[in-house]
């Protein structure tokens, strides 16, 4: 199985500031990565598909970029409704694989 | 608009077996794949497998393969997963999402359905 690793497990960030979050794959998963966010009691919500294409309805202010195996995803100005828990995804091989999960919370 | 709405919370006992239900939507049923994700209480997301709603084909993970059945009827735009000989491990919530093929990642998810297996 492709194992997928984020960094920073979790993060204290404050409402303005610009938040990166990094995704590695164990292989060549090429662009085939989506970025995740999930709030508490709530289902995910999808930000970011093929690594860089932002979902409709998604705010600008988040991006994602990167191939192959490693990914970014970059909140340019954090808002107070972006404070939850980011998880990346990757679908290019079977089983698909979830990364470990990003918490961000208030500094 | 798309919706899922998934059944409700079940509570079942070690070894039987659960049936979530998700029921689609907004968009045409069979234009799109399913796929089935579960969390476990305070844990990540784990994959479990999808089902194309038009033919009917699964795709299974490994870990799951053996337990777990997708199943679809199109004519109530409704998928099911049924997974058997459940364990306290099984306890999570699990959930559906729309992808647009096989080989894509779900951007519409429903509301979760949590399944509790105790004794």
């Known amino acids: 199985d492709i194992q997928m690793t984020q960094s920073p497990a979790s993060l204290s960030a404050s409402v303005g500031d610009r938040v990166t979050i990094t995704c590695r794959a164990s292989q060549d998963i090429r662009n085939d990565l989506g970025w995740f966010q999930q709030k508490p009691g709530k289902a995910p919500k999808r930000l970011i598909y093929t690594a860089s294409s932002v979902q409709n309805g998604v705010p600008p202010r988040f991006s994602g970029s990167g191939a192959g195996t490693e990914f970014t995803l970059t909140i340019s100005s954090l808002q107070p409704e972006d404070f939850a828990t980011y998880y990346c995804l990757q679908h290019n091989t079977y089983p698909f694989t979830f990364g470990p999960g990003t918490k961000v919370d208030i500094k | ?119």
């Open chain 2, 1 to 119: 608009q798309v919706q899922l709405v998934q059944s409700g919370a079940e509570v079942k006992k070690p070894g039987a077996s659960v049936k979530v239900s998700c029921k689609a939507s907004g968009y045409t049923f069979t234009e799109y794949s399913m796929q089935w994700v579960r969390q476990a209480p305070g844990q990540g997301l784990e994959w479990m497998g999808w089902i194309n709603p038009k033919s009917g084909d699964t795709k299974y993970a490994q870990k799951f393969q053996g337990r777990v059945t997708m199943t679809r009827d199109p004519s109530i735009s409704t998928a099911h997963m049924e997974l058997n000989s459940l364990r306290s491990d099984d306890t999570a919530v699990y959930y559906c999402a729309r992808s647009y093929s096989e080989t894509s990642s779900g951007d519409y998810w429903g509301q979760g359905a949590l399944v509790t297996v105790s004794s």
